[in-house]
């Protein structure tokens, strides 16, 4: 398989994870809704594999920063479902023709946003954590957009905690996810090199949050990433069916 990679499209892919990897190094995810449209319109092959392990490294980094923040109560619970929401994300994948894949990363960018907007608080309870854990590792598995179900659950936390919460859920989910999809055949050799293409604006992003972190009005970025999500995810619809 052809794995040319021009110098614009280079460029391209370090914008594009820059932006995620700072969205998500500030308010604890969003790397997925940046990337996956924006990815998918260049090259399907990014997703999910190569998209899960940068953002892998991602949550290591972030989770590692804010240890002293992450919150463990009911975690057990999440991580179980995340398992479980692997195991049927791979079902999935595997039933849809590769065609059709762009159509799934859009859907799972529109129902991300849904999520995000239902304006839903849900108590830490046992059947509640395994759910949006479920949910998250069927969405992570798929399209690489886990975060939008534990925030739903985790909201009321404080921005550290926050990151560090859902990066150490992440770290275990995303390790889930890649060897999930590399016993389909969706993630080998190709999928490790595309994911090496990503990581320098991850490590970018990542040093930039340090600072957007602070800064950040949470109340103004969140309509505006959510509103770009939407947009670049009917693109992709449209690029896809035509």
């Known amino acids: 398989m052809d794995f040319d990679v021009s110098t614009p499209t280079l460029i391209y892919v370090f914008f594009v994870s820059t932006l995620g990897a700072t969205l998500q190094g500030s308010v604890g995810f969003g790397l997925g809704f940046v990337a996956v449209p924006l990815l998918a319109v ?4 990014y997703l999910p594999g190569p998209l899960i392990m940068a953002a892998l490294v991602l949550t290591i980094l972030l989770a590692y920063r804010e240890h002293e923040s992450i919150q463990f109560k009911g975690i057990t619970w999440v991580l ?25 990363f859009a859907s799972m960018v529109m129902l991300g946003v849904l999520l995000s907007i239902s304006g839903l608080r849900l108590d830490l309870k046992p059947k509640n954590l395994l759910s949006v854990g479920t949910l998250s590792g069927l969405m992570a598995t798929t399209s690489a ?24 859920i992440f770290v275990v989910g995303a ?11 969706y993630f080998g050799y190709l999928e490790f090199k595309l994911a090496l293409l990503l990581l320098p604006g991850i490590v970018a992003g990542f040093l930039l949050s340090r600072f957007t972190a602070r800064i950040l009005d949470r109340g103004f970025i969140r309509p505006a990433i959510l509103s770009f999500s939407v947009l670049s ?8 069916l035509l």
């Open 175 to 185: 390790i889930l996810s890649l060897l999930a999809l590399s016993t389909v055949g």
């Open 42 to 45: 260049v090259d399907t092959r």
């Open 80 to 104: 179980v479902g995340r398992l479980l929401g692997a195991l049927i994300g791979i079902r999935l994948l595997v039933m849809i023709p590769k065609d059709y894949l762009s159509l799934t």
């Open 145 to 168: 957009i886990g975060g939008p179900p534990l925030a739903l659950i985790y909201q009321y936390l404080k921005g550290p905690q926050l990151r560090g919460t859902l990066s150490g």
């Open 233 to 240: 995810g009917i693109v992709l619809m449209i690029k896809t």
